[in-house]
């Protein structure tokens, strides 16, 4: 006997599937193929897994700001604080208000022994630092009296400078340690008489309105390019014995360089405001 002709009934799924169905007339499969034709056409399939449209996920305001590099690599909208000509942005830490007592040397700034900290007459929080130094290469001393300096963040947070070349002394005391807290990752140093580099972002400590601590200081330093201290959080500030705890003090501070005997020289000094999003 010969078969029945059959029927395809075909149901489109998505935009790239479609369901063919053949069967025998008036067989019960026959019927429930119609049934599955008629709710694949009336009611079509989605895509499985329901995303959004591309535009729900895109953001355009607010649009980032514009910076460019001069040709030194400073960015454009940097704060310059030296530049191998004069001390205007810098005032005795000592004596504030009064000029300080360091000295420009043929392009560097060259710290005077005995003298007292050098600190800005600008306040600042968050900021992005880059700063030159160049301990003597003939150096005096030992341990903590070898090429001792310090970047003070605020007045009050060191970051330290040593001759850590081939020369040892604690670990978090060495060379871009964060002193007496944190050792660096890595010793980076190079010979005394070379010129070195610090890159740093520094995110200042956050206090509640009744002075209790909200958030610790941040600190990420490259030393010589090399990266020190990933986002490392400080106990306090620094302190040669022991960690005095935070006490709450402005949202901006004068940044230090610290003097502590010894004649090294800084240049191409300079700091970036950081206007970071608001943390939930």
């Not at 009934?9 to 429930?32: D, K, Q």
């Not at 959004?52 to 355009?60: G, R, S, V, Y």
């Not at 980076?188 to 580099?197: D, H, K, L, T, V």
Request: include cysteine.
């Amino acid at each position: 006997m010969p078969l029945p002709p059959r029927a395809i009934a075909t149901a489109s799924c998505s935009s790239t599937t479609r369901i063919r169905v053949a069967l025998f007339p008036g067989s019960p499969m026959w019927r429930a193929g119609a049934a599955l034709l008629f709710a694949t056409t009336t009611l079509p399939l989605r895509a499985a897994d329901n995303r959004p449209a591309p535009e729900a996920t895109e953001i355009w305001t607010p649009v980032p700001p514009v910076v460019q590099t001069t040709e030194k690599g400073i960015p454009s909208d940097a704060i310059v604080l030296f530049d191998g000509q004069n001390l205007s942005a810098w005032e005795s830490a000592k004596n504030p208000g009064q000029p300080p007592a360091w000295r420009v040397d043929e392009g560097r700034l060259v710290s005077v022994p005995k003298s007292g900290n050098l600190r800005t007459k600008a306040a600042f929080g968050d900021i992005q630092l880059h700063l030159e130094y160049q301990i003597p290469a003939t150096v005096a001393g030992d341990g903590q009296g070898r090429g001792n300096s310090g970047v003070m963040f605020m007045g009050r947070y060191e970051l330290q400078i040593l001759d850590s070349y081939e020369h040892t002394t604690y670990v978090n005391g060495q060379a871009a340690s964060i002193y007496k807290q944190h050792a660096p990752l890595a010793n980076a140093s190079r010979r005394p008489g070379e010129w070195q580099s610090y890159d740093a972002i520094w995110l200042a400590p956050r206090f509640r309105p009744d002075g209790t601590l909200a958030s610790p200081a941040r600190l990420t330093v490259f030393h010589n390019g090399v990266l020190v201290h990933h986002d490392v959080a400080l106990a306090g500030p620094t302190a040669f014995r022991g960690t005095p705890p935070y006490r709450a003090h402005p949202a901006q501070l004068p940044l230090e360089l610290q003097e502590h005997n010894n004649a090294l020289a800084f240049r191409n000094i300079w700091v970036r405001e950081l206007r970071l999003p608001a943390q939930p």
